[in-house]
Nanobody
């Protein structure tokens, strides 16, 4: 069975840092695009950062220069390093693993809460 599990969320003061982890099982991470999404109360889920199979990356404009996504395929893990956190970064952060070619999968984790206090 296919799973992804997020960890690393918590409470941090503005200007602080957190590193989120997304660990996959039953998934060949090296063949998947892994995205970090976030959803704040009353808002739609939005893509924060994406790392493709070839390790190219994309970032939402509001986090460019502050967040870094990286992967270790041998460990089946993707990280989101978040620095200079702002209160508006507070949200539940979700990991998504997606592969569009056979075997197709589109898997979400349960989310991890990030709260940034001002």
């Amino acid at each position: 069975q296919v799973h992804v599990v997020e960890s690393g969320g918590g409470l941090v003061q503005a200007g602080g840092s957190l590193r989120l982890s997304c660990a996959g099982s039953g998934i060949p991470f090296s063949t998947a695009a892994i995205g970090w999404y976030r959803q704040a109360p009353g808002k739609q889920r939005e893509l924060v950062a994406l790392i493709n199979r070839d390790s190219t990356t994309n970032y939402e404009d509001m986090v460019k220069g502050r967040f870094t996504i990286s992967r270790d395929n041998a460990k089946n893990t993707v990280w989101l390093q978040m620095t200079n956190l702002k209160p508006e970064d507070s949200a539940v952060y979700y990991c998504n693993a997606k592969r569009l070619n056979f075997p197709v999968f589109d898997v979400w984790g349960q989310g991890t809460q990030v709260t940034v206090s001002s």
